[in-house]
């Protein structure tokens, strides 16, 4: 069974950062890219960032270039998300997904999602 489970959202202070985690179970992580997802209050779902596995490529919205990082580590079956320079928009319920491939931006498997906060 796949399984994709985030943690580390929380309350946070514009400028703050956060560090997101995703431990996934149920298939073979190296094999595939993962994504980090949002949704923002009363808004539809917005794709974040995605890295690839193999090689050094990731990819970012514009809306988060330069302040969030993606990364993984395959020996740990875990993605990462380590936010920067938080804003109040950034405020959203975050998902990883499971990639359909190496590289698609289609995704077949959702974590449950982790809220995160950012507000004075």
């Known amino acids: 069974e796949v399984q994709l489970v985030e943690s580390g959202g929380g309350l946070v202070q514009p400028g703050g950062s956060l560090r997101l985690s995703c431990e996934t179970s149920?298939?073979?992580?190296?094999?595939?890219?993962m994504s980090w997802v949002r949704q923002a209050p009363g808004k539809g779902l917005e794709w974040v960032s995605l890295?690839?596995?193999?090689?050094?490529?990731?990819s970012y919205a514009d809306s988060v270039k330069g302040r969030f990082t993606i990364s993984r580590d395959n020996a740990k079956n875990t993605l990462y998300l380590q936010m920067n320079s938080l804003k109040p928009d950034d405020t959203a319920v975050y998902y990883c997904?499971?990639?359909?491939?190496?590289?698609?931006?289609?995704?077949?498997?959702w974590g449950q999602g982790t809220q995160v906060t950012v507000s004075s």
């Open positions: 149920g298939f073979t992580f190296s094999n595939y890219a």
């Open positions: 997904a499971k990639d359909l491939g190496i590289w698609t931006y289609e995704f077949d498997y």
């Open positions: 890295i690839v596995t193999g090689v050094p490529v990731t």
